[in-house]
């Protein structure tokens, strides 16, 4: 029997735990709200909710209700199930009201619809604020309800998110200039053996007044400003330096720097990394430029020559995020791409996700026929590990191996890993 839930928590509960959201102190059970004008629906619910020793279960028969429920107590309930299809004011314009108010727990969809119809709403009412734990289809089975309610975790007020702090280029060029830049490693190993690979190389900015700041914040604007030609080549300095020195010391691994995609505009690009690495004392083929596509390559010429200077030169070269924004199957055509990093997007949850994990076998699928290796990133939990491992692919990255870390810890990690990764790899 196909199962009948899909989860996307991990989408919305995205922040990464060093961008500073702390867990509150766990509450033993959610009150839940059952909202469905069919009778019949909220008795199986209910009963089903009663069994499984939820003890407080409210339930509404049309939207209004709920809605005047909610009004007069909006802390009343931490998870709301909600009925789409529903006569009058219909599951979605609930949410949408729903959004509007005080009410901070997390929603259910329910609905005979189908799980691809439900994603998409997901996708629409998360963008509105709305904590969506999951989807179920009609009729909702015990174990999937309570797969979903599982994830529920008290809500968390998190901070403001860094983004919002303004950054203007000129603050770029500066921190070029002083070199307020720091890099923290992530490993990426071998799903079938558990060997370490290599590292991902990861910006950070240890900004003057707002402390330590993540490349999403100020990427774009760097970008825009002219300055992500110095950034980038600081950061390929400062990565193989690294890379030479753990070489020296008997750790052979491979090093990835993100490399956006107006560095590859620069004539002198390929020739610059040469020079780095020769430098550094490091092969080329131990250096791989992770490629992610912002903007169109359009049909200029200088990127494509670029990149097939590196190729030649044995640089390795990855198309970052596959499957977002640019990063199509129109570059993997045109551009000799030698791994394949699927987005995370299409990773942590696969095992119980309809609609990502046939998205990501067959990314997986893409990269064995084109002779390209494959590296899942976004590889959270020990489920997402297996699964990849199932579906054969090559390489993890994520916080279930490691988190981006300086680098003075990252021998300390490996010798943690060797203890860990045998129980990892055993069939
Ligand atoms: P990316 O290339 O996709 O890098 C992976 C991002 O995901 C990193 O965020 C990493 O900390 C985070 N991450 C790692 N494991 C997990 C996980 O299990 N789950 C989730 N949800 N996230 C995980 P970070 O360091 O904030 O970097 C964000 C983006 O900034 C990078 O995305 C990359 O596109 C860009 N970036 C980072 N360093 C550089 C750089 O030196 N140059 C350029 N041009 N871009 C950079
Ligand atoms: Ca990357
Ligand atoms: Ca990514």
């Known amino acids: 029997m196909r199962p009948s839930f899909t989860s996307t928590l991990p989408d919305e509960l995205g922040p990464y735990p060093s961008h500073a959201t702390s867990a509150a102190p766990p509450r033993a059970q959610p009150s839940i709200l ?33 809605l005047a429920l909610l009004h007069d107590e909006p802390h009343a309930f931490d998870v709301i199930v909600c009925d789409l299809n529903m006569p009058g004011v219909d599951g979605i314009e609930f949410l949408q009201r729903l959004s509007k108010t005080p009410f901070r727990g997390n929603v259910i969809l329910l609905s005979g619809e189908g799980l691809r119809i439900m994603h998409t709403v997901q996708k629409m009412l998360g963008h509105g604020g709305l ?61 079938r053996t558990g060997d370490v690979i290599g590292v991902e190389a990861l910006i950070r900015w240890n900004h003057p007044q707002h402390g330590l700041l993540y490349p999403d914040s100020f990427i774009t604007v760097a970008e825009e400003s002219g300055a992500v030609d110095a950034l980038t080549y600081w950061v390929v300095h400062a990565a193989t330096g690294q890379l030479g020195k ?35 004392m490091v092969a080329p083929k131990d250096l791989i430029l992770e490629i992610t596509e912002g903007r169109l390559m359009g049909t200029a010429s200088v990127p494509l020559e670029n990149l097939v200077r590196l190729r030649m030169k044995r640089f390795g070269l990855s198309i970052d995020d596959f499957g977002t924004g640019h990063s199509s199957l129109v570059q993997l055509r045109d551009v000799p791409f030698t ?79 060797e203890a860990r990764r045998e129980r990892l790899v055993a069939q």
């Open 339 to 417: 791994e394949l990093k699927i987005d995370r997007g299409f990773v942590h949850a696969a095992r119980h996700n309809q609609i990502i994990r046939p998205i990501l076998e067959g990314s997986i699928g893409i990269a064995k026929r084109l002779r390209m290796s494959s590296v899942a990133e976004g590889v959270e939990s020990e489920d997402d590990w297996h699964l990849l491992r199932e579906i054969g692919c090559d390489l993890a990255q994520g916080w279930f191996i490691a988190e981006p870390m300086p680098p003075e810890l990252v021998p300390q990690w490996i010798a943690q890993w």
């Open 131 to 191: 904590l969506i734990l999951g989807s179920l289809e009609k009729p909702a089975g015990r174990s999937e309800l309570r797969a979903l309610l599982d994830c529920w975790r008290p809500m968390v007020i998190a901070p403001p998110p860094q983004a919002a702090i303004a950054i203007d280029g000129e603050e770029i060029h500066i921190a070029n200039h002083e070199q307020q830049w720091l890099v923290h490693y992530q490993p990426k190993v071998d799903l």
């Open 246 to 280: 753990w070489h020296m010391s008997g750790l052979h691994i491979q090093m990835a720097v993100n490399v956006s995609m107006e560095n590859l505009r620069a004539p002198e690009f390929s020739s610059r990394m040469s020079s780095l690495v020769d430098q550094a």
């Open 34 to 66: 059952l909202l469905d004008d069919d009778q019949f629906t909220l008795g199986v619910l209910s009963r089903m909710l009663r069994s499984m020793d939820y003890e407080t279960v409210g339930t509404a028969a049309s939207a209004e209700a709920a």
